[in-house]
Protein backbone atom coordinates (compact mmCIF):
# COMPACT_ATOMS: atom_id res chain seq x y z
CA UNK A 1 0.00 0.00 0.00
CA UNK A 2 1.29 3.03 -0.79
CA UNK A 3 0.54 7.03 1.10
CA UNK A 4 1.40 9.90 0.44
CA UNK A 5 0.79 13.05 2.81
CA UNK A 6 0.64 16.43 1.60
CA UNK A 7 3.90 16.87 2.78
CA UNK A 8 5.31 14.23 0.60
CA UNK A 9 2.91 15.85 -2.65
CA UNK A 10 5.02 18.80 -2.29
CA UNK A 11 8.46 17.63 -1.56
CA UNK A 12 8.17 15.51 -4.83
CA UNK A 13 7.08 18.60 -6.81
CA UNK A 14 9.80 20.81 -5.36
CA UNK A 15 12.40 17.57 -6.51
CA UNK A 16 10.96 17.74 -9.89
CA UNK A 17 10.57 21.83 -10.64
CA UNK A 18 12.85 21.58 -13.88
CA UNK A 19 10.70 19.02 -15.22
CA UNK A 20 7.92 22.00 -16.12
CA UNK A 21 9.37 24.27 -18.97
CA UNK A 22 10.56 27.61 -18.48
CA UNK A 23 8.32 28.86 -21.00
CA UNK A 24 5.05 27.57 -19.31
CA UNK A 25 2.53 30.98 -19.09
CA UNK A 26 0.06 28.92 -16.69
CA UNK A 27 -0.33 26.32 -14.41
CA UNK A 28 -4.17 24.78 -14.75
CA UNK A 29 -5.64 22.52 -12.26
CA UNK A 30 -8.26 19.16 -13.21
CA UNK A 31 -10.31 19.31 -10.30
CA UNK A 32 -10.93 17.99 -7.44
CA UNK A 33 -7.69 16.20 -6.86
CA UNK A 34 -5.28 18.52 -9.08
CA UNK A 35 -5.95 21.77 -7.69
CA UNK A 36 -4.06 20.60 -4.47
CA UNK A 37 -0.50 20.03 -6.61
CA UNK A 38 -1.60 23.09 -9.02
CA UNK A 39 -1.08 25.70 -6.63
CA UNK A 40 1.87 24.41 -5.09
CA UNK A 41 3.35 24.29 -8.41
CA UNK A 42 1.46 27.55 -9.11
CA UNK A 43 3.26 29.10 -5.59
CA UNK A 44 6.17 27.65 -5.78
CA UNK A 45 6.51 28.91 -10.15
CA UNK A 46 5.39 31.79 -8.86
CA UNK A 47 3.19 31.43 -11.89
CA UNK A 48 -0.85 32.29 -12.54
CA UNK A 49 -3.20 29.32 -12.12
CA UNK A 50 -6.57 28.40 -12.76
CA UNK A 51 -8.83 25.44 -12.20
CA UNK A 52 -10.24 23.28 -15.74
CA UNK A 53 -13.71 24.69 -16.34
CA UNK A 54 -12.41 28.53 -15.42
CA UNK A 55 -9.99 27.78 -18.24
CA UNK A 56 -11.91 26.80 -21.06
CA UNK A 57 -14.06 29.98 -20.05
CA UNK A 58 -10.90 31.51 -20.85
CA UNK A 59 -10.68 33.04 -17.14
CA UNK A 60 -7.38 33.31 -14.74
CA UNK A 61 -7.75 33.44 -11.09
CA UNK A 62 -6.25 36.79 -10.11
CA UNK A 63 -3.39 37.19 -7.89
CA UNK A 64 -2.53 39.55 -4.67
CA UNK A 65 -0.69 42.59 -4.71
CA UNK A 66 2.21 41.06 -3.26
CA UNK A 67 2.39 38.22 -5.16
CA UNK A 68 2.53 39.46 -8.82
CA UNK A 69 3.37 36.47 -11.53
CA UNK A 70 6.40 36.56 -12.72
CA UNK A 71 4.96 36.93 -16.47
CA UNK A 72 2.18 39.17 -15.38
CA UNK A 73 -0.45 37.51 -17.36
CA UNK A 74 -3.95 38.57 -16.61
CA UNK A 75 -5.39 37.40 -19.61
CA UNK A 76 -6.10 34.05 -21.24
CA UNK A 77 -4.82 35.47 -25.20
CA UNK A 78 -1.73 36.35 -23.68
CA UNK A 79 -1.02 32.55 -22.80
CA UNK A 80 0.91 30.74 -25.25
CA UNK A 81 2.40 27.39 -22.90
CA UNK A 82 -0.07 25.61 -20.69
CA UNK A 83 0.99 23.13 -17.99
CA UNK A 84 -2.52 20.68 -16.83
CA UNK A 85 -1.93 18.86 -13.86
CA UNK A 86 -3.52 16.15 -11.72
CA UNK A 87 -2.50 14.21 -8.79
CA UNK A 88 -2.43 10.98 -10.39
CA UNK A 89 -2.79 9.06 -13.10
CA UNK A 90 -4.11 5.57 -13.49
CA UNK A 91 -7.22 4.67 -16.02
CA UNK A 92 -6.38 7.92 -17.85
CA UNK A 93 -10.18 8.90 -17.96
CA UNK A 94 -9.79 12.19 -16.41
CA UNK A 95 -7.16 13.35 -19.13
CA UNK A 96 -8.89 11.62 -21.61
CA UNK A 97 -12.14 13.73 -21.14
CA UNK A 98 -10.04 17.45 -20.61
CA UNK A 99 -8.08 16.56 -23.89
CA UNK A 100 -11.95 15.73 -25.52
CA UNK A 101 -13.41 18.98 -24.23
CA UNK A 102 -9.62 21.00 -25.42
CA UNK A 103 -10.27 19.40 -29.05
CA UNK A 104 -14.03 21.14 -29.34
CA UNK A 105 -13.32 24.62 -27.53
CA UNK A 106 -10.10 24.53 -30.53
CA UNK A 107 -8.02 26.18 -27.76
CA UNK A 108 -4.94 28.06 -29.11
CA UNK A 109 -2.67 27.01 -26.59
CA UNK A 110 -0.15 24.48 -26.11
CA UNK A 111 -1.16 21.94 -23.74
CA UNK A 112 1.45 20.08 -21.42
CA UNK A 113 -0.29 16.93 -20.09
CA UNK A 114 0.71 16.15 -16.64
CA UNK A 115 0.37 14.64 -13.28
CA UNK A 116 2.26 14.62 -10.00
CA UNK A 117 2.17 10.33 -9.78
CA UNK A 118 1.77 7.75 -12.31
CA UNK A 119 0.67 4.13 -11.77
CA UNK A 120 3.56 1.42 -13.93
CA UNK A 121 1.87 1.25 -17.24
CA UNK A 122 0.26 4.68 -17.07
CA UNK A 123 3.20 6.91 -18.01
CA UNK A 124 2.78 7.40 -21.10
CA UNK A 125 -0.98 8.80 -20.53
CA UNK A 126 0.39 11.95 -19.64
CA UNK A 127 3.13 14.39 -21.19
CA UNK A 128 5.07 14.65 -18.02
CA UNK A 129 4.51 12.97 -14.31
CA UNK A 130 6.87 13.34 -11.23
CA UNK A 131 7.00 9.83 -9.58
CA UNK A 132 5.58 6.28 -10.16
CA UNK A 133 3.09 5.26 -7.25
CA UNK A 134 1.85 1.62 -7.70
CA UNK A 135 -1.61 0.67 -6.50
CA UNK A 136 -2.88 0.64 -4.00
CA UNK A 137 -2.44 4.28 -3.44
CA UNK A 138 -3.67 6.43 -0.43
CA UNK A 139 -3.36 9.96 -0.69
CA UNK A 140 -3.97 11.97 2.47
CA UNK A 141 -5.69 15.00 1.03
CA UNK A 142 -8.95 13.11 0.10
CA UNK A 143 -8.53 10.43 2.54
CA UNK A 144 -11.89 9.02 3.42
CA UNK A 145 -13.19 9.99 0.15
CA UNK A 146 -11.79 7.32 -1.85
CA UNK A 147 -12.60 3.94 -3.47
CA UNK A 148 -9.61 2.30 -1.33
CA UNK A 149 -11.33 3.08 2.01
CA UNK A 150 -13.36 -0.72 1.21
CA UNK A 151 -9.81 -2.06 2.30
CA UNK A 152 -9.43 0.07 5.76
CA UNK A 153 -9.80 0.15 9.52
CA UNK A 154 -11.54 3.83 9.85
CA UNK A 155 -12.03 4.46 13.95
CA UNK A 156 -15.11 6.34 14.76
CA UNK A 157 -14.75 8.57 17.79
CA UNK A 158 -11.95 11.02 17.09
CA UNK A 159 -12.38 10.27 13.16
CA UNK A 160 -15.90 10.73 12.23
CA UNK A 161 -16.84 12.54 15.35
CA UNK A 162 -15.70 13.72 18.48
CA UNK A 163 -14.80 11.77 21.32
CA UNK A 164 -17.38 12.13 24.31
CA UNK A 165 -16.50 14.76 27.57
CA UNK A 166 -15.73 13.60 30.63
CA UNK A 167 -19.34 14.09 31.83
CA UNK A 168 -20.85 12.58 28.78
CA UNK A 169 -19.08 9.03 29.04
CA UNK A 170 -21.17 8.03 31.87
CA UNK A 171 -22.00 4.57 30.41
CA UNK A 172 -25.82 6.12 30.86
CA UNK A 173 -27.63 8.48 30.09
CA UNK A 174 -25.78 11.09 29.21
CA UNK A 175 -23.28 8.65 27.07
CA UNK A 176 -26.78 7.59 25.14
CA UNK A 177 -27.57 11.42 24.48
CA UNK A 178 -24.04 11.86 23.05
CA UNK A 179 -24.14 9.13 20.79
CA UNK A 180 -27.59 10.04 19.04
CA UNK A 181 -26.87 13.56 18.84
CA UNK A 182 -23.25 14.35 18.57
CA UNK A 183 -22.47 16.04 14.80
CA UNK A 184 -20.15 14.64 12.80
CA UNK A 185 -16.61 15.79 12.20
CA UNK A 186 -16.37 14.19 8.28
CA UNK A 187 -18.67 12.02 6.44
CA UNK A 188 -17.15 9.00 4.02
CA UNK A 189 -18.64 9.57 0.67
CA UNK A 190 -16.86 5.72 -0.29
CA UNK A 191 -17.56 2.33 1.48
CA UNK A 192 -15.99 1.62 4.67
CA UNK A 193 -14.63 -1.93 4.95
CA UNK A 194 -13.91 -1.93 8.61
CA UNK A 195 -15.39 0.32 11.56
CA UNK A 196 -13.72 -0.52 14.52
CA UNK A 197 -14.67 1.12 17.85
CA UNK A 198 -13.94 0.73 21.19
CA UNK A 199 -17.91 1.48 21.81
CA UNK A 200 -19.70 -1.50 23.78
CA UNK A 201 -21.52 -3.86 22.25
CA UNK A 202 -24.62 -2.83 23.87
CA UNK A 203 -24.76 0.62 22.11
CA UNK A 204 -24.72 -0.86 18.45
CA UNK A 205 -28.29 0.49 17.82
CA UNK A 206 -27.58 4.18 18.83
CA UNK A 207 -24.05 3.89 16.63
CA UNK A 208 -25.64 1.88 13.45
CA UNK A 209 -28.67 4.72 13.67
CA UNK A 210 -26.17 7.71 14.09
CA UNK A 211 -24.52 6.10 10.80
CA UNK A 212 -27.22 5.55 8.76
CA UNK A 213 -28.96 9.45 9.58
CA UNK A 214 -25.53 10.78 8.75
CA UNK A 215 -25.21 8.98 5.67
CA UNK A 216 -21.99 6.49 6.68
CA UNK A 217 -22.03 3.78 4.09
CA UNK A 218 -19.45 0.48 6.14
CA UNK A 219 -19.52 -2.97 4.85
CA UNK A 220 -18.25 -3.80 9.12
CA UNK A 221 -19.38 -2.55 12.51
CA UNK A 222 -16.81 -4.13 15.00
CA UNK A 223 -17.56 -2.89 18.61
CA UNK A 224 -16.08 -4.49 22.30
CA UNK A 225 -18.24 -7.38 23.31
CA UNK A 226 -18.14 -6.28 27.52
CA UNK A 227 -20.61 -5.91 29.42
CA UNK A 228 -19.96 -1.98 30.31
CA UNK A 229 -17.46 0.51 30.88
CA UNK A 230 -15.89 -1.08 34.27
CA UNK A 231 -15.44 -4.05 32.25
CA UNK A 232 -13.51 -2.32 28.95
CA UNK A 233 -11.06 -0.17 31.37
CA UNK A 234 -10.25 -3.89 33.37
CA UNK A 235 -9.47 -5.32 29.72
CA UNK A 236 -6.80 -2.92 29.12
CA UNK A 237 -5.34 -1.05 25.97
CA UNK A 238 -7.84 -0.19 23.25
CA UNK A 239 -4.69 -0.59 21.07
CA UNK A 240 -4.27 -4.33 21.80
CA UNK A 241 -8.17 -4.93 20.87
CA UNK A 242 -7.83 -2.79 17.67
CA UNK A 243 -4.47 -3.91 17.01
CA UNK A 244 -5.91 -7.76 16.81
CA UNK A 245 -8.65 -6.96 14.77
CA UNK A 246 -6.38 -5.46 12.07
CA UNK A 247 -4.41 -8.35 12.38
CA UNK A 248 -7.15 -10.67 11.29
CA UNK A 249 -8.39 -8.53 8.02
CA UNK A 250 -7.06 -7.72 4.92
CA UNK A 251 -6.83 -4.36 5.62
CA UNK A 252 -4.37 -1.92 4.07
CA UNK A 253 -4.62 0.73 6.75
CA UNK A 254 -6.18 1.73 10.05
CA UNK A 255 -6.89 5.07 10.53
CA UNK A 256 -6.77 5.40 14.33
CA UNK A 257 -7.93 8.78 16.65
CA UNK A 258 -5.32 8.81 18.91
CA UNK A 259 -1.45 9.07 18.45
CA UNK A 260 -0.38 6.63 21.30
CA UNK A 261 -3.06 4.18 19.96
CA UNK A 262 -1.79 4.19 16.13
CA UNK A 263 1.84 3.96 17.28
CA UNK A 264 0.65 1.12 19.41
CA UNK A 265 -1.39 -0.83 16.84
CA UNK A 266 1.60 -0.40 14.41
CA UNK A 267 3.81 -1.73 16.47
CA UNK A 268 1.78 -4.93 17.02
CA UNK A 269 0.63 -5.69 13.48
CA UNK A 270 3.88 -4.08 11.84
CA UNK A 271 1.13 -2.89 9.18
CA UNK A 272 0.60 0.84 8.46
CA UNK A 273 -1.90 3.27 10.62
CA UNK A 274 -2.84 6.91 9.88
CA UNK A 275 -2.91 8.54 12.82
CA UNK A 276 -5.79 11.26 12.84
CA UNK A 277 -4.93 13.36 15.70
CA UNK A 278 -1.40 14.44 14.34
CA UNK A 279 -2.06 13.95 10.83
CA UNK A 280 1.20 11.27 10.89
CA UNK A 281 1.34 8.55 9.01
CA UNK A 282 2.75 5.60 10.55
CA UNK A 283 4.45 3.06 7.75
CA UNK A 284 4.73 -0.77 8.85
CA UNK A 285 9.15 -0.56 8.09
CA UNK A 286 9.37 1.03 11.70
CA UNK A 287 9.79 4.44 12.11
CA UNK A 288 7.98 7.48 12.84
CA UNK A 289 9.29 10.78 13.28
CA UNK A 290 12.79 9.79 13.31
CA UNK A 291 12.08 7.18 16.14
CA UNK A 292 12.70 3.58 15.60
CA UNK A 293 9.31 1.52 16.85
CA UNK A 294 11.22 -1.04 18.38
CA UNK A 295 12.72 0.94 20.64
CA UNK A 296 9.25 2.65 21.48
CA UNK A 297 7.73 -0.68 21.87
CA UNK A 298 10.64 -1.53 24.47
CA UNK A 299 9.60 1.67 26.40
CA UNK A 300 6.33 1.13 26.25
CA UNK A 301 6.35 -2.23 27.64
CA UNK A 302 8.65 -1.05 30.61
CA UNK A 303 6.00 1.63 31.41
CA UNK A 304 3.40 -1.07 31.35
CA UNK A 305 5.78 -3.51 33.58
CA UNK A 306 6.14 -0.68 35.68
CA UNK A 307 2.42 0.22 35.97
CA UNK A 308 1.72 -3.94 36.84
CA UNK A 309 3.99 -3.43 38.86
CA UNK A 310 2.55 -0.69 41.29
CA UNK A 311 -1.18 -2.55 41.07
CA UNK A 312 0.40 -5.34 42.42
CA UNK A 313 2.31 -3.72 45.30
CA UNK A 314 -0.92 -1.77 45.91
CA UNK A 315 -2.87 -5.26 46.43
CA UNK A 316 0.19 -6.87 48.44
CA UNK A 317 0.17 -3.63 50.85
CA UNK A 318 -3.82 -3.77 51.47
CA UNK A 319 -3.88 -7.43 52.17
CA UNK A 320 -1.13 -6.53 54.46
CA UNK A 321 -3.30 -3.99 56.51
CA UNK A 322 -6.09 -6.22 56.43
Avoid at 71 to 88: N, P
Amino acid sequence: MQFRTVADLNSCIVKNLELVPGDVDLIVGLPRSGMLPATLLALHLNLPMTDWESFLKGHIMPVGRTRQNNKQVTDLSQCKKVFVIDDTISTGKTIKKAREQALISHLNQEIIWASVYAIPGAEKKVDCYFETCPLPQIFEWNLLHQAELKNCCVDIDGVLCRNPTAVEDDDGPAYVHFLQSVPPKIVPNELVGYLVTARLEKYRHETETWLRKHGVKYKNLIMMDLPDKEARTAAGSHAIYKADIYRKTNAHLFIESNSKQAIEISIRTNKPVYCFEKHQFIPSSGFVEGKNLARYKVKSSWKLFKKRLSKLKKKLMHKLRI
